[in-house]
């Protein structure tokens, strides 16, 4: 039974799911990084909100774990590159709380007009201060939305429909998009210059950090509103203190600041700010949306291959993964047997698929291809990390789906570029979850790769089959399958041999010094 860790406060139906499907769960939240070391060995799951740092100390000590599911979207406190590297899935719920979060940065641009905090603190204080708090009205005024994904075009719909006007500045954005969601396109500078309430929705990336920094801050209409319920990091923090302070902007409200937990903050105090502590997604609907979510997520895997919003792998839906399973064991022993014939001299390789493979999903094939040939030299990797491996290798991958109808239903061929030359190999699948080689280099085999093998490539001649199985029976190793193909009568032959019983060096070399044995090596398939 897969083991699940739940580390951050989590809605209990989560748990609930995991038990229910049949996985065992341990919720153990608030722990220290050096507690969460000290246990996170024994979990193949791990679930996550926003609080756990999964770093690479986390990582190295998590020697079972196989997937982490985020109960939210952001995952910039997961060390994904280092994840794939170890062969870790990481998952998300990107739709779960996007409504929550759009509200909230909603709830907080109408704080920011009517100074809601601030009048709530001097009124409950007895002053009752009606004339100090002038506040401005959103209608007819123009919000400035950076970023114009899932919450920034819910943002967008709910302040279309409280009659403001909304541009957005997003790199990704397509015109249609925007005309869709009835936005105006504009660029960074435009947005600064016309907006009276700007609202942040972007990842914090390389591009966005310190996307309103002291200089973009400065282009910014006097009088302009700020909400921030995206990511702390994309403000100057310094810089919007100054601007508050000046005048020159009229508010600020901050959901997300960059160090967190904000226990201390320059902006604490300052005249028109407003913060909240990351709530961003703290509703009962959201919690529940994204805790239920990334249980049957996580589940899925553990339990059936199934890959939903993985930021480090193709989806692979619960329903997609039985059937793509007998390809992937193909596509593996496939990429196993090359990585053990052709190993390190491998430049490029090339992935086909054509009849039924060509209907499914070609990236888990061509991860597990990888997997195989990369295993070859390297015992941690899988499915997962395959392709970044694959990357850093420099390692030319090609896909190729064929629409043709071949000899057999269904096929996948693996090609790889060596220094010498093309080398391909082709297999299909049998009645119908039986892996077969069906060609080797040119010739026609088939064979099942499967246990200990030999691999020996001869000149096709007369007796020679009976002088390899005297070499094997004196030595008491048993011949388990035997295939044989030629590329013509008297040219040259491959034998494919399943054998039980260990194959010492010595036997090896006895083996290669039989009449017209031009290679021998042992192959070994999980
Ligand atoms: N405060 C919270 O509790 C809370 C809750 C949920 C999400 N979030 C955060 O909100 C943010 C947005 O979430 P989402 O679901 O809308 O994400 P999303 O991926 O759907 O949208 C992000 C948008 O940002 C755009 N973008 C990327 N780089 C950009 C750039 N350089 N300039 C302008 N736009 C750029 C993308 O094109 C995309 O449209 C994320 O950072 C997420 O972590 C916060
Ligand atoms: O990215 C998110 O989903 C939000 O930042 C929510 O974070 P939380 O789950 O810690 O509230």
């Not at 193909?485 to 039989?514: H, M, Y």
């Amino acid at each position: 039974m897969p083991k699940v860790l739940i580390s951050d406060k989590m809605d209990p139906r989560a748990a609930q799911i995991f038990r229910d499907r049949g996985v065992e769960v341990d919720e153990i939240t608030g722990k220290t990084p050096e507690e969460l070391i000290a246990i996170i060995g024994q979990y193949d799951g791990l679930a996550i909100r926003s609080s756990t740092k999964v770093t690479k100390a986390i990582l190295d000590a998590a020697t079972n774990l196989k997937v982490i599911g985020r109960a939210g979207i952001g995952v910039d406190n997961v060390d994904i590159p280092y994840a794939s590297a170890k062969g870790v899935v990481v998952m998300n719920t990107p739709f779960g709380n996007s409504i929550t979060t759009a509200e909230h940065a909603i709830a907080l641009m109408f704080a920011l007009a009517r100074q809601l905090p601030e009048a709530d603190a001097s009124t409950q204080a007895g002053k009752w201060e009606k004339n100090r708090f002038m506040g401005v009205e959103v209608t007819g005024k123009t919000l400035g939305l950076i970023g114009a994904g899932n919450i920034g075009s819910i943002v967008a719909s709910r302040a279309l429909g409280l009659k403001m006007k909304v541009a957005a500045f997003d790199p990704f954005l397509t015109p249609e998009r925007a005309i869709e969601i009835g936005v105006e396109k504009v660029t960074l500078d435009d947005l600064l210059a016309k907006a009276d309430f700007i609202t942040l929705h972007t990842p914090l990336t390389d591009q966005t950090r310190n996307i309103l920094s002291r200089e973009n801050l400065a282009k910014t209409k006097p009088g302009v509103r700020i909400i921030n319920c995206a990511r702390g990091g994309l403000i100057d923090e310094a810089a919007l203190k100054e601007g508050l302070e000046s005048g020159h902007i009229a508010g600020a409200a901050l959901d997300v600041f960059a160090v967190e937990p904000a226990k201390e903050n320059p902006l604490f105090g300052t005249p028109n700010f407003i913060s909240t502590p990351h709530l961003g997604a703290s509703t009962d609907e959201a919690q529940v949306n994204v805790a239920l979510q990334v249980a049957e997520q996580l589940s899925d895997y553990l339990l059936e291959g199934g890959v939903t919003n993985a930021l480090n792998m193709p989806s692979l839906s619960a329903e997609e993964a039985p059937k793509l399973k007998p390809y992937m064991a193909l596509a593996e022993k496939l990429g196993s047997l090359l990585g053990q014939l052709e190993g390190d001299k491998v430049q490029g390789i090339a992935i086909e698929v054509e009849g039924h493979a060509a209907e499914l999903n070609q990236k888990p094939i061509t991860a597990a291809v990888l997997a195989g040939l990369m295993r070859a030299y390297s015992d941690t990797v899988n499915m997962v990390n395959a392709p970044y491996l694959a990357k850093e290798r420099g390692l030319d991958v090609r896909e190729v789906r064929h629409d043709r109808e071949g000899a057999y239903q269904t096929l996948v061929r693996v090609t790889v570029q060596t220094p010498s030359g093309e080398r391909s190999i082709a297999g299909t699948l049998f009645g119908p979850e039986q892996p077969r080689l069906v060609e080797l280099f040119g010739i026609k085999v088939e064979a099942d790769l499967a246990g200990n093998m030999l691999y020996i490539v001869n000149q096709d001649a007369p007796g020679f089959i009976g002088r390899i199985g005297t070499a094997l029976g004196t030595a008491e190793v048993n011949i388990g399958t035997f295939h044989l193909g030629r590329r013509n009568q008297g040219g040259e032959a491959v034998l494919l041999l399943s054998v039980d019983g260990t194959v010492t060096e010595p036997l090896l070399w006895d083996i290669c010094k039989l009449d017209g044995v031009k290679t021998v090596k042992l192959l070994r398939f999980g």
